[in-house]
């Protein structure tokens, strides 16, 4: 410990009067490769050692478990908080995963089973089975004494289930009424409601942050098809969760299919995968952009001045884009906006794009006419149309950015594909191809006649 402390104070951890923060520990553990990590693990008191595996935040937990011996691998995990025991023994292979969990006494087993039936993302995968309950009909000082009981193996006290005769849910409490109320007095009667809000255990994880933050909950039941709950969602179980489904999205939105662990912790092998995949994709897509400048082969030749703004109008296009889709990604998420939606956000893009377009093309017909007056460059006599193609050009490229940017996210969803999968490069890439149609369009329009 002596050396983990100074390790720990090295890497510019602060340490406590008796050691390491157990979240600073995991930090270090966590920079450590597996082997060493076991090593460590293994030499700590098992009080510490299943603090740790619980941390959500210590990603290398299936890999170090695997490492220790089984015995001592099984003692842990029989341990931890259910739903954490789940996850961990859900990311190792099922050679691997199978005899801790033979092992297991049959209480605990069935447990984890019932949580490794559902989907990660689920409420039944978040979900922990050991919450608080009591019967409906208790007294708050029965209710208080049954926790005081069962307090060391429960995640969470601080929301109660009470439950009927025929086992069904019939209200939630929290512990700060009760510790507040008359000992005598029902606890039923602290229930701000008798109609609990609950989620069933395929309810995604995103609803169920959503109903959390909306109802300012600590915790959300999960119950079956007849009300009689199964576990309970905490409120850092959401937290958790939405980080993981947050980061997802962002590598997602980057073009890169979602890592399935840390950056420093994926193989070099894996990284390619999760990245040739869409580069391919883009790469394929960006070959219709020579397509369409060859089209307009004839006109570049024969003004070649068009070429020195053509990045200038690419990227314009592919930033408004990639404004809108951000915009509508986060709406979509929160439930800001839904699929519905879809004819409002289109009559607000329309113009915003047209505006944006002005500005961005008043601006390029500026630089035209300063550079020309200054004598930086000479774009020969018809600067002037020249410099009134830019900024149309602009106009129609950064409208159509902004509401094909905006729709994509709707078309994704409405067929069923993650909006987030709108990744920015791809968004670029599709105004990209359609940008260059705009500006050599509207410079047949304008200059024909003159330069071409």
């Known amino acids: 410990m002596v050396n983990d402390l100074i390790a720990g104070v090295a890497a510019g951890f602060r340490p406590a009067k008796r050691g390491l923060y157990l979240a600073d520990f995991v930090e270090m553990l966590q920079s450590l490769p597996p082997a060493e990590a076991a090593a460590k693990l293994l030499h700590m008191p098992d009080v510490r050692a299943v603090g740790v595996l619980d941390r959500p935040e210590f990603v290398a937990a299936s890999d170090v478990l695997a490492l220790l011996p089984p015995a001592r691998a099984v003692r842990l995990v029989s341990q931890m908080a259910e739903d954490r025991a789940a996850d961990v023994l859900a990311a190792m292979d099922e050679a691997t995963a199978a005899p801790i969990l033979a092992a297991l006494s049959p209480e605990v087993r069935r447990s984890l089973d019932s949580l490794l039936a559902w989907?990660?993302?689920?409420?039944?995968?978040?979900?922990?089975?050991?919450?608080?309950?009591?019967?409906?009909?208790?007294?708050?000082?029965?209710?208080?004494?049954?926790?005081?009981?069962?307090?060391?193996?429960?995640?969470?006290v601080y929301s109660i289930f009470l439950i009927d005769g025929t086992g069904r849910l019939a209200a939630t409490i929290s512990l700060r009424r009760l510790i507040a109320a008359d000992p005598a007095s029902p606890a039923i009667a602290l229930a701000r409601d008798r109609d609990p809000i609950t989620v069933a255990p395929d309810t995604d994880r995103e609803i169920i942050g959503d109903l959390i933050r909306r109802h300012d909950l600590l915790a959300l039941p999960v119950v079956d098809a007849d009300d009689r709950p199964l576990g309970i969602v905490t409120v850092d179980d959401v937290l958790d969760a939405l980080v993981a489904e947050h980061t997802e999205d962002a590598q997602k939105f980057g073009g890169v299919e979602a890592l399935d662990?840390?950056?420093?912790?994926?193989?070099?092998?894996?990284?390619?995968?999760?990245?040739?995949?869409?580069?391919?994709?883009?790469?394929?897509?960006?070959?219709?952009?020579?397509?369409?400048?060859?089209?307009f082969e004839t006109e570049l030749e024969r003004a070649v001045v068009l070429t020195l703004f053509i990045?200038?109008?690419?990227?314009?296009?592919?930033?408004?884009?990639?404004?809108?889709?951000?915009?509508?990604?986060?709406?979509?998420?929160?439930?800001?906006?839904?699929?519905?939606?879809?004819?409002?956000?289109?009559?607000?893009?329309?113009?915003?794009?047209?505006?944006?377009?002005?500005?961005?093309?008043?601006?390029?017909?500026?630089?035209?006419?300063?550079?020309q007056g200054l004598g930086f460059y000479d774009y020969g006599p018809h600067w002037g149309l020249i410099g009134a193609t830019v900024?149309?050009?602009l106009v129609g490229i950064v409208t159509f950015g902004s509401l094909a940017g905006s729709m994509l996210p709707f078309l994704l969803q409405r067929i069923g594909f993650d909006p987030a999968s709108a990744s920015a490069p791809f968004v670029a890439t599709l105004v990209d191809v359609t940008g260059l149609v705009i500006y050599f369009s509207i410079a047949l329009a304008i200059l024909s006649g003159t330069l071409l």
């Open 119 to 156: 989907a990660s993302d689920s409420a039944g995968g978040m979900m922990t089975t050991e919450y608080v309950a009591a019967p409906s009909d208790a007294t708050v000082g029965a209710v208080l004494n049954h926790i005081r009981t069962v307090e060391h193996n429960r995640e969470t």
């Open 261 to 295: 662990g840390p950056y420093l912790q994926t193989g070099f092998l894996a990284m390619i995968r999760k990245r040739a995949g869409w580069l391919s994709v883009l790469f394929l897509s960006e070959m219709l952009t020579a397509s369409a400048m060859q089209h």
């Open 311 to 371: 990045p200038l109008i690419m990227s314009s296009g592919g930033n408004s884009g990639s404004q809108a889709t951000s915009l509508i990604i986060r709406a979509l998420a929160l439930g800001q906006v839904r699929l519905k939606d879809w004819w409002r956000v289109a009559l607000r893009e329309i113009p915003a794009g047209l505006v944006l377009g002005g500005i961005l093309g008043a601006v390029g017909l500026a630089r035209i006419a300063l550079w």
């Open 391 to 393: 900024a149309t050009g």
